[in-house]
Each structure stands twice: as C-alpha cells, then as structure tokens.
C-alpha cells in the first residue's frame, strides 16, 4: 500500500520582531486547526555553528538562537502538542524565506506596518517574498490577535473573473472549512460608461451586469461547493474597483485572501493593485496567493 507524503508544514520567518512573534502565533493557531506541523524559521548570515560548551559572549549565534528558542517555548506553552521545529540557517532572510517556500504549505511572516492607514516599510521583506514565494505567503500585523479564540470571523477571498485563480480558491476553503467560518467570495467591477446617464446610473444596466458576474461567480464556484459541503459561502459583485471592493470586505474578516500572478512583464510590481491595497489598508492578516 502507498503512504501519502506527509503534508508540509507552515513556515513562520522570525526576526526578533513583535510582528514576527505574533506571524508566528497565528502560523501555531492555523497549524493546528489544519492538523499540520509550525516550522520556525530564523536566517543569520553570519550563523557559524559554535563547539559545545562555548560561552554565551563568546557564541556569536546566541541571540539568533534565543529568537527562536524563546518563539518555540511561546508556541508550545500556548499550543502544547503542536509539532514545532526551528531552523537557523546562515542566508539572508530573503533567500532563506524563499527556498522555505517550496516545502510549506504556506509561509506567514510579521508586517512592519504601524497601523492600518500606513504602509508597511518600502523594502519590507515580507512584501519581497510575498511577491515572489512558491506558496501562499500571509502577512500580520503585530497587533493581531494569536490566541484560539481568533478562529471566528469570516475569510473573504478576491475573485477576478477575467483570469480565476485554482489554487486561490483551494486555499481559501481550506482556511475556511478549518476555522469552521463562512466564506465569503468578492468580485468588483467598475461601471461601464453606458451604465452612466445624465441623471446617474441607470439601474437596468447596472442590474444586468451585476446578474451577469452573480452567474459566472455561481458557475465558478459550484464544484468547490460541492468538494466542501460543510463551507457556508456566498459570493457578492461590487461596482467598484476590485481593490476598493475587497478591502471594504475586510473589515469584519479574520484573513483576506488575494491572488498574485507568478509572471509579470519586467518594471511592472510584483503584486497587483488589490493586494497592495489590502496589505496596505486591511485590518487583518493577508494571505497572497501565487497563480499562473
């Protein structure tokens, strides 16, 4: 008989950071309610593995070890049980974060960001990897809540219908038939001209257009319904900006899921303008999902 490989495990990026404390809470939280194992990751690129025995001031990796010495012994007094390794590795955080990203199911890092009307720091390495890892890459903000009680609140997932994302939806139900939450799936779309009339927006024309994605979304979505039963979803078209449309979603949600294209054209960012703007302006974590 075939054994299934075992599922790989969330990656949490530390830095000594309280962002990176609470990313790596919320990575513990999710882990467990998914039945997975919490690797915690720390990068130091001076890392030079010291002879036992050696002393603190003499071990140059003793405060790299403390980092992730003191997160694990956090995880496990709050999640006894869960599997949780730490790695240190001598890369740049980046590279570290990156290559991690083809063994996780995911990666979840702590944002720079001051609060939820700045942006995070340009340069920031979570919006680097999360531009470019392999995997969904989810960013939280220090000021989250880690502890069990956070599983409530919905999960909202942007939905382009010009080019839908597999792999966005997958991880969005999964989040949401984890955490035992409704679903909820949000499609924007400006108005045409036509929909304009001298006197304001005409209704017929707004309304069919409105019918028009309320049935590609339902068509979209009926296989997923069927593969996850137990999932409360239902899907809404806003006319507006995709950005603005999903971010004004967010604001009772637990996790905002956005998708991120693997190859864009050379000068062009790295993440589209929906999830800049959630990462930017959403109140809770983000999840950033790579598709083709």
Do not use: N
């Not at 299934?4 to 790596?24: H, Q, W, Y």
């Not at 513990?28 to 010291?50: D, K, T």
């Not at 049935?215 to 900006?241: K, N, Y």
């Amino acid at each position: 008989m075939t054994m299934d490989p075992p599922a790989a495990p969330l990656t949490a990026g530390l830095d000594g950071s309280p962002a990176s404390l609470a990313a790596a809470h919320w990575a513990a939280a999710e882990a467990r309610r998914r039945g997975l194992g919490l690797r915690l990751l720390h990068a130091w690129v001076l890392h030079v593995p010291a002879p036992a025995g050696t002393p603190p001031e003499k071990d140059r990796d003793h405060w790299a070890r403390r980092i992730l010495d003191a997160a694990r012994t956090e995880v496990l007094d709050r999640f006894p049980g869960l599997e949780v390794t730490g790695d240190l590795v001598a890369e740049e955080p980046a590279d570290a974060l990156l290559a991690a990203a083809g063994r996780s199911t995911a990666l979840v890092l702590g944002s720079r960001g001051l609060d939820r009307l700045q942006s995070f720091f340009l340069g920031d390495t979570g919006l680097h990897v999360a531009g470019r890892g392999e995997c969904p890459v989810v960013l939280v903000r220090s000021d989250t809540p880690s502890d069990d009680r956070t599983g409530g609140g919905c999960v909202v997932a942007g939905i382009s219908l010009d080019r839908p994302c597999p792999g966005l939806l997958d991880f969005a139900f999964a989040t949401a038939a984890a955490r035992g939450v409704p679903l909820r799936l949000v499609h924007g779309s400006p108005l045409p001209v036509q929909a304009y009339a001298p006197w304001g927006v005409d209704p017929d024309i707004a309304r069919e257009i409105a019918d028009d994605a309320d049935r590609e979304l339902t068509e979209l979505l009926r296989r997923r319904r069927q593969l996850h039963p137990g999932v409360d979803v239902a899907h809404v078209v806003r006319p507006e900006s995709p950005a603005k449309a999903v971010v004004h979603a967010a604001e009772d949600a637990a996790l905002v899921v956005v998708g991120r294209r693997r190859h864009r054209p050379a000068l062009v960012p790295r993440l589209g303008a929906v999830a800049q703007a959630c990462i930017h302006h959403a109140p809770c974590p983000v999840a950033v999902v790579p598709h083709d």
